[in-house]
């Protein structure tokens, strides 16, 4: 039962985790985006469009190792108007990246930020929860031996490794 609830709590500690992730993003990647098309040359309407596409894609695009931008702005007819120069940074390998790294570290900090806090809170509940609760022996069980002393006749030791080596017994050769 407990790895079921552990592998459930993955999933939605995972879940949780991108959600957070993509917060973080949406707050800052429109700006970014639009601001790095627009400083190449793109025009505005056409940034503000690529800009304000959910951060979902950016994110798996990157994680991907896809150029969204040169798809984007291909699709829309932008690349092909702008100069050489801009089409070879936005199509190259460094400026998507680049671009997104800032929103990106911004959704970090927004995900190990919760991350923190709540581990704090579980340190609290923990430190709160009061000490260690040993169970009763129930009448149903044989005592345990009293340490140092060599279990009594006729009942099997369960853990005959942990005895002393001295109250080991050697193995009876009877041929």
Request: charged share 10%; glycine share 10%; hydrophobic share 45%.
């Amino acid at each position: 039962m407990r790895s079921t609830y552990q592998n459930s709590g993955t999933a939605l500690s995972i879940g949780v985790f991108f959600s957070l992730m993509i917060v973080g993003l949406a707050g800052s990647l429109p700006r970014a985006l639009a601001g790095g098309l627009q400083r190449l040359g793109v025009p505005h309407g056409i940034a503000h469009q690529i800009g304000s596409l959910p951060p979902v894609s950016s994110l798996f695009a990157a994680v991907l190792g896809v150029k969204p931008v040169q798809h984007l702005l291909a699709a829309r007819g932008a690349l092909s108007s702008l100069p050489a120069a801009s089409q070879r940074v936005l199509t190259g390998r460094r400026f998507f990246p680049e671009l997104i790294s800032g929103p990106f570290q911004h959704g970090l900090s927004v995900v190990f930020g919760v991350a923190a806090a709540l581990a704090a809170v579980a340190a609290l509940a923990s430190l709160l929860r009061g000490g260690r609760y040993i169970h009763p022996a129930s009448t149903d069980e044989p005592p345990l031996p009293a340490a140092g002393k060599p279990p009594r006749r006729g009942v099997a030791d369960p853990h005959p490794a942990a005895r002393p080596a001295r109250q080991r017994l050697a193995p009876s050769s009877t041929r």
